[in-house]
């Protein structure tokens, strides 16, 4: 290995062993160029620590005019939402969008990557899984406008827009102190993904601050069956509040009160997470966090946007503040005795 | 223009000016051919009538492993049910998907056809647009692998699979016949969809049947907010059952009916159609039409994958019967006077 000071595309092409404009384009991700030939220059320039020059990557003429986005699930509303409001935001800039679901599999995710950046799409909107971010990096380092939504890569310089639970969590904690709905049980979301770790941390951070001991805590994951499950556990224990982590976990608090026969907002209280129609339409619409997904969408459309026009974002992590969104589903109180 | 009995790949080579294996390149739509050339030649193709041997078709190198699916939703759980259904039967095979949502759009759906067509995709199973039919039909005439599915494309000799929505709909009317919750209010769905136009005829038809004078009809369309004005159009009209004609329209039946206060499988009665989780989560289930949207997008991929080996399928037109399941949603009969 030769450190060079600067690496540049015709020193790539040499070291190759092929043309500049075939090294060009196996960088630009061309499919005209062989997936073994790209790969195997991609992976020289990764090495190398090359950069495009910003501009020739604007100006150059191979773009597609789509943009692609990779979420872990369909069947979760808030995804689907998220890729309605990406796809709108990229419509009006005049942008097509390719969507692939990887299931939260992780070998799937690393196909889509590999499949949107060999058809050469501008750039690519990413929930991140943690076990591809060896691939996305390299993506990034390749100069492939990219941008994380949702949930976060530990130590990436990856620009990324996640939402930040701690205003909405505190809000419902001290909602619910007021309310004397305690103890909370609080359904958390998976340890292996970063929203599962951080709204834990922030319902752990509001308890305190509320002067609260601690609280029961179910460690569930993004699933309808455990949330049920969660629900059915923390009942058990004695929580007097259901507060779930995510839409699934929330479907399966609804499941377990409507199975026991209870009236939520009368014999159970029920914080959720994320505003979802079939949330609204209960006999007591659900208190929730609203994560602003629409905003989240937005943004990372725009920052995709200025990248693949090659200007640097303003900030590299935008967080956008939780709120709650306060309907009926916690008891009010009936009489003060102070 | 000369007919010419059996136009060869040769012969089209010849009259478009380009190399056999250019002519042959374009009609497998690589993407090594420049897209101008590609469409041209495979125009000049369409009009010919030229049809690709089935076996050299089968034997091209070009497989990319890779299915496109073509939707007109997200955001309705129908769809993303099917696609993530569609999506699990292909990685079984060992065959990655992508996606794409044009929003009921025709421009957005025909945009969508040519990425998925021009990167090479190995087959396509789409939810048609009629004004994308002609588009269709020249990618069917080309021998490209395709599917469609739900709705239906008048005329068409393109592989489809479809929902029968007669015996659904006659069992509902049956049981709502029974349970004297007359008149019905039906919430139609556009009749530019096959979808609307079929199962309004069914309902009709089931009410003919059943020796019911003409019931009230809503032409609303596949929204949420169709199905709450519907609804509240055929309150005022007398109707003592809301049947909607899908999912959107059922969750705005379930609006209206929750914003009036009103105890659904008491002092209102109703049907949805599909079978979704929120559904299931009301104090009273809903009765609902089953598509069974899991087998109409097992059978799809099931053609596509006979197609994209070659395989003629067994018959054009799969129609998968829908069944009524039956929950809480239609009061019971308190007493009988015969």
Same mark, same amino acid.
């Given at each position: ?9 015709? $020193? ?35 090495? +190398? $620590? ?11 003429? *191979?773009? *597609? &005019? ?26 009006? #800039?005049? +942008?097509?969008?390719?969507?692939? &679901? ?54 990436? #310089? ?33 340890? #292996? ?31 309808? *069956?455990? $949330? ?43 914080? $959720? ?7 609204? +339409? ?46 009926? *589903? ?9």
């Amino acid at each position: 290995m030769n450190p060079e000071p600067r690496p540049t595309l015709k $020193g790539i092409a040499h070291q190759a062993g092929v043309s500049i404009a075939t090294a060009s384009r196996a960088l630009a991700d061309n499919p005209a160029v062989a997936l073994a030939t790209r790969t195997r220059i991609q992976a020289l320039a990764a090495d +190398l $620590g090359y950069r495009p020059n910003a501009q020739a990557r604007a100006l150059q003429s *191979s773009r *597609s &005019n789509t943009i692609g986005i990779v979420v872990p699930s369909l069947i979760n509303r808030y995804f689907a939402v998220m890729v309605t409001a990406i796809q709108d935001a990229a419509s009006k #800039a005049g +942008l097509a969008t390719i969507i692939t &679901n990887n299931n939260e599999d992780t070998a799937t995710m690393a196909a889509s990557l590999e499949f949107l950046t060999s058809h050469g799409v501008d750039g690519i909107i990413c929930v991140p899984d943690e076990g591809c971010s060896e691939q996305l990096e390299q993506l990034h380092k390749q100069g492939t406008p990219l941008v994380l939504i949702d949930r976060e890569l530990p130590g990436t #310089a990856i620009p990324m827009v996640t939402s930040d639970p701690q205003p909405g969590i505190e809000a419902a904690v001290s909602l619910l102190v007021d309310h004397e709905a305690l103890p909370i049980g609080y359904l958390s979301g998976p340890m #292996a993904t970063s929203t599962g770790r951080r709204r834990l941390e922030a319902f752990q951070r509001a308890c305190v601050d509320a002067g609260l001991e601690e609280q029961l805590v179910f460690l569930g994951g993004y699933e309808q *069956s455990k $949330g049920f499950q969660g629900a059915n556990t923390l009942m058990e224990q004695g929580a007097k509040t259901l507060f779930a982590g995510d839409t699934m976990m929330t479907i399966g608090v609804l499941e377990a009160c409507h199975a026991a026969g209870l009236i939520i907002g009368e014999d159970i209280n029920v914080v $959720g997470f994320d505003r979802q129609p079939m949330f609204d +339409l209960q006999p007591r619409p659900l208190t929730v966090i609203d994560q602003h997904v629409d905003t989240m969408a937005q943004q990372a459309f725009s920052m995709l946007n200025g990248l693949m026009a090659a200007e640097q974002p303003s900030q590299q992590h935008f967080l956008i503040p939780t709120t709650l969104i306060q309907r009926h *589903s916690i008891k009010e109180k009936t009489s003060s005795h102070d």
